[in-house]
């Protein structure tokens, strides 16, 4: 699913896994941008300009996904760390210290679109 979101002086288009249902409100959200992929959580509710976002690097991207479909945690590059935490909730830190922490329903939502191809580069 694709929704309008605003970005730092401009629009751009998120996906969310077509598995996050229909209620909105927790899913991992990403953002093909240039040279990188932004990712965000949609359950934090301050106002979409003001979530924090994750960029992950085009070159650490399919890493990502790989992770995301075996269960794996594992660093991502120089760029990312993805850990488990306790409840089967997924953490993307990156080195600024900026940290999405995804529930376990998110997280097997977007690893079910991940296998679908939705969230291949194009």
């Known amino acids: 699913m694709r929704e309008s979101a605003y970005g ?3 629009t751009f288009w998120l996906r969310k896994s077509s598995y996050s249902g229909s209620n909105g409100g927790q899913c991992v959200e990403v953002c093909p941008a240039a040279g990188q992929v932004l990712v965000r959580d949609s359950k934090y509710a301050r106002p979409a300009e003001s979530r924090p976002i994750i960029a992950v690097p085009n070159d650490a991207w399919p890493t ?3 992770l995301a479909l075996s269960g794996g945690v594992g660093e991502l590059g120089e760029a990312l760390v993805l850990e488990r935490r306790r409840g089967g909730d997924t953490a993307v830190v990156d080195r600024q210290g900026i940290e999405l922490l ?8 977007f690893a079910k679109g ?3 191809g939705q969230f291949d580069l194009e």
């Open 8 to 10: 730092p002086g401009r």
């Open 64 to 66: 990502l996904l790989e």
């Open 102 to 109: 995804f529930t376990a329903p998110e997280w097997d939502a």
């Open 114 to 116: 991940v296998a679908d």
